[in-house]
């Protein structure tokens, strides 16, 4: 299995720029996703191949990395970010990583 | 629009088999290059991936898991189903299934999801 790292929380102020990582434990060239779920939803994708701003999707959202090393960047954080973010790689049999909490001071 | 929806037993017993429907709309499984997989996630916890059949009928299954898994699609193309044999507590999760649109697995994000279906399994 390729296992993906994420920190489990952060904590950000309204306005600023948050960078989210993700560490992937062998490469997956640029085959990493990103994805925004809030409590009680399902998860919403907001990056596909580590780049592409999915569809209706603001574009305070961003992504970048390739290789092992990916970051989703939001800029600037708003009151409605508040979520937890997931990565998942499809080089290989798809799988998440553990998830990173947002929260707004 | 394309919407996708779960159901399943909500409860059941350990060593039972678990059955799981997706019915979805917005677009036909009989379409090239459309997949839908099965994702679960125990509460609180990351997501899972378990299963994928694709336009074509192949069937794709988590390694860690492709004993007891089986998944199938109907006729109409507007159904997929998720069985799992042999549950246990730690298949307790949330179930979702969602939609990608591509032959190639190197392409499986998911863009459109159901709301879930959660399912506790408990003696």
């Known amino acids: 299995d390729t296992v993906l790292t994420q920190s489990p929380a952060l904590a950000v102020s309204p306005g600023e720029r948050v960078s989210i990582s993700c560490r992937a434990s062998e490469g997956v060239n640029s085959y990493m996703h990103w994805y925004q779920q809030k409590p009680g939803q399902q998860p919403k994708l907001l990056i596909y191949k580590a780049s592409n701003l999915a569809s209706g999707v603001p574009a305070r959202f961003s992504g970048s990395g390739s290789g092992t090393d990916f970051t989703l960047t939001i800029d600037p954080v708003e009151a409605d970010d508040t979520a937890t973010y997931f990565c998942q790689q499809s080089w290989n049999d798809p799988t998440f990583g553990g998830g990173t909490k947002l929260e707004l001071k | 629009q394309v919407t996708l929806k779960e159901s399943g037993p909500g409860m059941l017993q350990p060593s039972k088999t678990l059955s799981l429907t997706c019915s979805f709309s917005?677009?036909?499984?009989?379409?090239?290059?459309?997949?839908v997989s099965w994702i679960r996630q125990p509460s609180g916890k990351s997501l899972e991936w378990l299963a994928a059949?694709?336009?074509?009928?192949?069937?794709y299954y988590n390694p860690s898991l492709k004993s007891r898994l089986t998944v199938s699609k109907d006729t109409s193309n507007t159904q997929v189903f998720l069985k799992i044999t042999s549950v246990d507590i730690a298949d307790t999760a949330t179930y979702y299934c969602?939609?990608?649109?591509?032959?190639?697995?190197?392409?499986?994000?998911?863009?459109?999801w159901g709301p879930g279906t959660m399912v506790t399994v408990s003696s």
């Open positions: 059949i694709d336009w074509d009928g192949d069937k």
């Open positions: 917005g677009f036909s499984l009989s379409t090239s290059g459309m997949v």
């Open positions: 969602a939609r990608s649109h591509s032959s190639y697995p190197l392409y499986w994000y998911f863009d459109f």
